[in-house]
């Protein structure tokens, strides 16, 4: 039994980016009855008990076997526990999810892990996959619910599974013509104006000679970005004020913060990439429970100079986004997506700012607390031999609490480097939060 992936899907595969959630728990957790959540979650969601197959020219999910699919891992362990979870990468292969549970020694304190293959999920369907596999667990040590998924979840009993629908096939039917307009209009605009990239602080390793190993590949390390309910308030109330989102006034933190890393204080030209959410935007809508990546992409480039008021820049960024999506242009995006290996200046940007807005985190059992919760995207590959690369930033509000999760490879950027970064980016953030009156005119934006 298996399922074709489209070819946006497929974009994926080579990638080996995973989305990793994380909860910090305080209390008793039942190990027995967080196995049988998990169980419940991947039978209710056959593509995080599938592997990635070749299939002629693209590639397939295969069902695991029942005793190859994944189960709930638990050990023993500190504080050492995530950073080892972040650098474990989903074996090539094997299956799209997995999960852990680590508990301290005195069993009172438990990190949980939960980590999915991006090319079955996106980040609003992990955070509602965690949520729900939590659901489940309070509702077995509650004692009023069972570990059984709904019965239509997994197709006919003995059948094919229900396949959620990839999302390229969602899309409303459009003229091939202007399509393949939307894409040379796309290929033109990128090489008229090349974005720059963030230098890499780590000097770039040398090839390795005859007979000698290649240099390591470094860790993945996060630098994080917190802001307590009252400034996170604060910030929404700047955005409502001035009548733009959140998500552009973290844009231009993040650009204003790369522009000091180039040279010079003229304008340089530097693009944002910003996820766009598709699961409202086809027909029907799909909801965030559905296992899909449903996500594209918005390019914009900007001149940018170490002066450049970071207000009007955020206007700018909020008016083309939304004058992006207004063109349905989103759609066409995810059409031209397969053309991005030949084109990757089509999604080549200085920062890539993510943003799954305000998102509830997991309701738990009375005795079990939740003192953190996050979302981090981390994948197999990272390219120090190039010496300079894009800055990813997950926003992501939890309950109402924003955080910004950096993550980097210590082949690259080093923690002392992306901390400075992030120490800038949340001065300029305080200082929107500390705004009043309307933002300025927007700045000069292709």
């Given at each position: 039994m298996h399922r074709a992936l489209c070819p946006v899907e497929t974009l994926y595969v080579g990638q080996r980016s995973r989305a990793v959630l994380s909860c910090a728990l305080r209390g008793r957790v039942d190990v027995g009855a967080l196995s049988a959540a998990f169980d419940a979650v991947t039978q209710a969601h056959p593509t995080l008990r599938t592997r990635i197959v070749p299939d002629g020219p693209g590639f397939v999910l295969r069902l695991l076997t029942e005793e190859e699919r994944p189960r709930l891992i638990t050990r023993t362990g500190g504080e050492e526990a995530y950073a080892a979870e972040l650098n474990t990468p989903l074996p090539v292969g094997g299956p799209l999810s997995r999960a852990v549970l680590v508990s301290a020694p005195e069993g009172d304190r438990h990190l949980f892990v939960l980590v999915v293959d991006h090319t079955v999920t996106d980040g609003h369907s992990s955070i509602a996959l965690h949520n729900a596999l939590w659901d489940r667990y309070r509702a077995l040590v509650e004692g009023h619910g069972d570990a059984r998924p709904p019965a239509a979840a997994d197709g006919v009993p003995g059948g094919e599974p229900r396949w959620p629908e990839p999302i390229s096939r969602l899309l409303p039917a459009a003229d091939p013509a202007a399509t393949a307009a939307y894409l040379e209009r796309r290929v033109e605009e990128a090489r008229r104006h090349p974005v720059e990239l963030v230098p890499y602080d780590v000097p770039r390793p040398a090839a390795p000679g005859a007979g000698q190993a290649a240099a390591p590949a470094g860790d993945i390390e996060v630098r994080r970005l917190t802001l307590d309910e009252e400034r996170t308030a604060l910030l929404r109330h700047t955005a409502r004020r001035a009548g733009v989102s959140v998500h552009s006034l973290v844009a231009a933190a993040l650009l204003t913060t790369a522009r000091r890393r180039l040279e010079g204080d003229g304008p340089r030209t530097l693009g944002c990439l910003s996820p766009v959410d598709l699961r409202s935007r086809v027909s029907p809508p799909v909801p965030a429970a559905v296992m899909v990546p449903a996500v594209t992409t918005h390019l914009q480039t900007l001149d940018v100079a170490t002066d450049t008021d970071p207000a009007a820049l955020a206007r700018t960024v909020h008016t083309r986004l939304g004058d992006f999506i207004a063109r349905a242009d989103h759609h066409h995006e995810m059409r031209i997506t397969p053309e991005i290996p030949r084109n990757p200046a089509l999604q080549l940007a200085t920062v890539i700012a993510t943003n799954m807005g305000v998102v509830p985190g997991p309701r738990l059992p009375a005795g079990l607390e939740a003192t953190d919760v996050r979302l981090v995207?981390?994948?197999?590959?990272?390219?120090?031999?190039?010496?300079?690369?894009?800055?990813?930033?997950?926003?992501?509000?939890?309950?109402?609490?924003?955080?910004?999760?950096?993550?980097?490879?210590?082949?690259?950027?080093?923690?002392?480097?992306?901390?400075?970064?992030?120490?800038?980016?949340?001065?300029?953030?305080?200082?929107?939060?500390?705004?009043?009156?309307?933002?300025?005119?927007?700045?000069?934006?292709?």
């Open positions: 995207p981390a994948r197999e590959h990272y390219f120090p031999q190039a010496g300079r690369s894009p800055v990813m930033a997950c926003v992501v509000s939890f309950d109402g609490r924003l955080a910004i999760e950096f993550p980097h490879s210590t082949a690259c950027f080093s923690p002392s480097f992306m901390r400075a970064f992030r120490d800038d980016v949340r001065t300029g953030l305080l200082a929107f939060a500390d705004a009043s009156g309307p933002l300025p005119a927007p700045a000069h934006a292709r």
